[in-house]
């Protein structure tokens, strides 16, 4: 059940919108699901449960970084097939 203090760090989240569920739940010391129902009475859009890029961790900068670079390796491959193709 959760408690008066873990109410107001749940009013005092409208003020930070980009706190995550989980979070919430860490500093409420609830589970998630527990702090999910708690919005869900209070009919608070799903959205805080997401990632705001300038949040990343190290680890994820670096991961992202990398699908980047993967996905920009693609795009040059296709085009180097693509112009291979039409050369014929």
Same mark, same amino acid.
Do not use: G
């Given at each position: ?6 109410? @107001?760090?749940? +009013?005092? =989240?409208?003020?930070?919108? *980009? ?6 739940? *860490?500093? =409420?010391? !609830? /589970? %998630? ?9 209070? #009919? +608070? ?5 997401? /990632? *705001? ?6 680890? #994820? +900068?670096? /991961? @992202?970084? #990398?699908? &980047?670079?993967?996905? !920009?390796?693609?795009?040059?491959? /296709?085009?180097?097939?693509? !112009?291979? &193709? %039409?050369?014929?």
């Amino acid at each position: 059940m959760m408690k008066i203090a873990d109410v @107001h760090e749940l +009013k005092v =989240s409208d003020a930070v919108p *980009v706190t995550t569920i989980r979070e919430l739940a *860490v500093k =409420s010391n !609830s /589970r %998630h699901t527990k702090v999910l129902d708690h919005f869900k009475q209070f #009919e +608070k859009p799903r959205q805080l449960d997401k /990632r *705001v890029p300038h949040e990343l961790r190290e680890n #994820e +900068k670096d /991961r @992202h970084y #990398e699908v &980047w670079l993967c996905a !920009s390796f693609v795009r040059q491959q /296709r085009y180097i097939l693509r !112009s291979h &193709w %039409h050369t014929r």
